[in-house]
């Protein structure tokens, strides 16, 4: 093993699974499994003598299962930890999100199965997150150049009841009817569901704009992602389905596999959701919503730049900057991964930066 490799702990009841992860991290250069776990008991426990960089991780496991594990390991040491979960378990995979995960990956079934090998190239995507966290350790410094790292004051969002949350009292207002006039559009990638789950629950029912949000995320799960805050959040929360009317007290989520567009007609603002094209770098791209929205709303346009890695939402909010919209990025000290809001400051375009707890305000 060189000292410089990602170390990777696997948790999964499943001896199957455990082998066949094992065996694509031993196959990726740069990656070694450090131990396997079959359950969050003997996980926490790996967890916390083989010192991993970071964690796969099943959520429905006996004697301690997933949720039971995050909350442990979480309080004890913040390692980054991906969930590998069923796409019939999406419910599941935001309840470990709102815990702490840092991403996840969908497996094809959620029976035990050959197809788990379909995962490869995103798991392994997924694990070398891990260089861009790594915080100082034993086995010394990343090798990658401007390495990010976890930030000290970064704070695991607290959830009392990872259950289906109750539906919050609704703030008599605006929510879904009364047209928008002002619209606030939002980009985010890895650590985004967290995020944005933060801010929305902070924004009133009566909130006299309209909130569009592009986050990185797989076609179906955002379904599941807009139902859940919708449950959580005074303001209406739903997926943009094809085109329709943007209202103020609502916010808007670009479907997993597709992009939006706004435009604004004699009736006022729409949004729409399209099929990518060869220019669209990323699926819902930040870049093609933030154009939109300049040429659409101009002045009466927010553009927020969240935590993710890469640069979507740069060039965007450019175009947005220029045409009168004012753009703000995340702090670098709060986002998961800072490589969208700080290419997006690199441009010049950004007007002001705000940690995520200012973040509604």
């Known amino acids: 093993m060189d000292r410089d490799d990602i170390r990777v702990l696997i948790i999964d009841d499943s001896a199957y699974n455990r082998k066949v992860l094992a065996e694509i991290f031993e196959q990726t250069p740069g990656i070694t499994v450090v131990g396997k776990a079959r359950d969050g008991e003997e996980g926490l426990l790996q967890a916390l003598t083989v010192h991993p960089d970071v964690i796969t991780l099943d959520l429905e496991m006996p004697r301690m299962d997933g949720f ?132 929305l629950k902070e924004l009133p029912g009566d909130l006299d704009a309209a909130v569009v949000i592009a986050q990185h995320m797989p076609a179906g799960f955002t379904t599941t992602f807009a139902e859940r805050l919708d449950r959580q959040c005074a303001v209406g929360v739903k997926e943009v389905e094809d085109d329709e009317p943007l209202y103020a007290g ?75 919209g004012e753009v703000v990025a995340e702090d670098e000290s709060t986002a998961v991964i800072a490589g969208m809001p700080r290419c997006a400051v690199a441009t010049g375009a950004v007007g002001q930066v705000a940690r995520l707890e200012h973040m509604a305000a």
Do not use: W
Request: hydrophobic share 40%.
């Open 250 to 324: 609502m916010v808007y989520i670009a479907p997993g596999n597709r992009c939006l567009e706004l435009s604004r007609t004699d009736g006022g603002l729409h949004i729409c959701a399209v099929d990518p094209d060869g220019e669209d770098k990323y699926v819902p791209s930040v870049d093609r919503l933030f154009r939109s929205t300049a040429f659409a709303a101009g002045t009466e346009a927010l553009g927020i730049v969240l935590t993710g890695m890469g640069d979507d939402g740069s060039r965007g909010a450019v175009v947005l900057a220029q045409l009168g």
């Open 68 to 199: 039971t594990f995050m909350r442990l390991m979480m309080a004890k040491k913040r390692i980054p930890v991906i969930v590998i979960s069923a796409h019939s378990q999406q419910e599941n995979v935001f309840r470990a999100l709102e815990l702490g995960a840092l991403d996840f990956v969908a497996k094809p079934s959620k029976r035990i199965s050959p197809e788990i090998r379909e995962i490869r190239d995103e798991v392994v995507e997924k694990v070398q997150l891990a260089r861009l966290l790594r915080s100082d350790s034993s086995h010394g410094p990343s090798p990658v150049d401007n390495a990010e790292t976890l930030p000290p004051n970064f704070v695991i969002p607290e959830v009392a009841d990872t259950g289906p949350s109750p539906a919050p009292r609704r703030t008599v207002g605006l929510r879904g009817e009364t047209m928008a006039r002002r619209v606030v559009i939002i980009g985010s990638s890895t650590g985004g569901p967290a995020a944005l789950t933060k801010i």
